[in-house]
């Protein structure tokens, strides 16, 4: 529900506009060097209020230590860590109670919890919750990187645009929020990781991956192209004991399990659902449906902060699997 991993496992809680987010990490070696100085610049990445585009809600996001570090080392027992929510304004959602806001899940939540969610700002669904998987993420590139792996991610367009601030400005234009695409690529992966079927390297990190709000799509190496290539074209000769390929149109995964090449894969990001813009919604006080506009403070395009979170969850999965194959070990 809230947990994810085999042996790199983790838990993450809280609310948008409750006391605070934060994430609990199972399984991770003991004698891993943390301090706060290490989540400063992913967790600056992923703020929003710092760049164009952005919403401008402002949050510190220290990281505070509540188990499983003692002298600025990893112990081996549950490590948790809270982040204090302290700039919210939970009446522009008392506000809007009756008319659930559409492309959210306030409709879906209140059918599921029966009206007893926390529907400020999103509750338990908002976004704010991808500071926790930033957090996790910070544990586990610092765990792959003892390995040698390294993870990054950056956008590759908006609203369609490869000139990020033309899409931007398409939105601007518009008073409307818009969409990106996020690409991610994984460097010095040994081969050998996932399972064939339901626990291959792709079905894990697009299960991670479909945890970020506002995920859409995702795909592996050439994706969705593949469809319109031929055998000939697709398939990835392999040119040395290595495993290495002359072409990566497998995107480094083939039969679910990592070959050894460069791990590529993007999401798809929808346009943020809060838009000031007009929209029809249902009040289901009444029973009618009705003019709304979302009011707030929102992100123009939540892909902006996307790339920092991917990389967060692509390193939780990457983990998991190095440390199943024994490739991390249970002390550093």
Same mark, same amino acid.
């Given at each position: 529900m809230n947990a994810f991993g085999r042996i790199?496992?983790? =838990?993450? *809680?809280? %609310?948008? /506009?409750? %006391?605070?987010?934060?994430?609990?990490i199972d399984g991770c070696?003991?004698?891993?060097?943390? @301090?706060? &100085? &290490?989540?400063? @610049? &992913?967790? %600056?990445?992923?703020?929003?209020?710092? #760049?164009?585009?952005t919403t401008p809600r402002k949050e510190d996001d220290l990281p505070l230590f509540k188990t499983g570090v003692f002298n600025e080392k990893s112990t081996g027992a549950p490590l948790t860590i809270l982040f204090d929510n302290k700039n919210t304004r939970s009446g522009d959602y008392e506000k809007q109670r009756a008319v659930? !806001?559409?492309? /959210? +899940?306030? *409709?879906? +939540? /209140? #059918?599921? *919890?029966?009206?007893? %969610? &926390?529907f400020r700002g999103g509750g338990h669904f908002s976004g704010r919750l991808t500071v926790c998987l930033v957090a996790a993420g910070v544990i586990a590139k610092k765990l792959a990187a003892t390995a040698n792996v390294q993870i990054e991610a950056k956008i590759l367009e908006i609203g369609g645009e490869t000139d990020l601030d033309k899409g931007l400005q398409r939105a601007i234009d518009a008073k409307d929020s818009i969409g990106g695409i996020v690409e991610c690529r994984v460097t010095g992966l040994p081969a050998g990781l996932g399972e064939p079927f339901f626990d291959s390297a792709e079905s894990l990190l697009s299960h991670a991956a479909f945890a970020i709000p506002a995920v859409r799509g995702v795909e592996f190496g050439t994706g969705f192209a593949a +469809? !319109?290539?031929f055998g000939t074209e697709h398939n990835d000769a392999?040119?040395?004991?290595?495993? #290495?390929t002359a072409t990566n149109h497998a995107g480094g995964v083939v039969g679910g399990i990592t070959n050894g090449n460069e791990l590529v *894969?993007?999401?798809?990001?929808?346009?943020?659902?809060?838009?000031?813009?007009? $929209? #029809?919604?249902?009040?289901?006080? @009444?029973? $009618? =449906?009705e003019t709304f506009s979302v009011k707030g403070r929102h992100d123009l395009c939540i892909a902006l902060r996307v790339p920092v979170v991917l990389e967060a969850i692509t390193a939780i999965v990457l983990t998991d699997l190095l440390m199943l194959e024994q490739h991390i070990?249970?002390?550093l």
């Open positions: 790199f496992r983790v =838990t993450i *809680f809280g %609310e948008s /506009h409750g %006391e605070s987010v934060g994430v609990n070696p003991a004698g891993l060097s943390i @301090t706060a &100085d &290490d989540f400063v @610049t &992913d967790i %600056e990445r992923r703020k929003g209020g710092t #760049q164009k585009g659930p !806001r559409p492309g /959210h +899940a306030d *409709f879906v +939540a /209140h #059918q599921k *919890f029966g009206g007893f %969610e &926390d +469809a !319109r290539m392999i040119v040395n004991m290595e495993g #290495q *894969f993007r999401i798809a990001i929808k346009p943020t659902s809060s838009t000031p813009k007009e $929209q #029809q919604t249902l009040n289901w006080e @009444t029973g $009618q =449906t070990k249970r002390v």
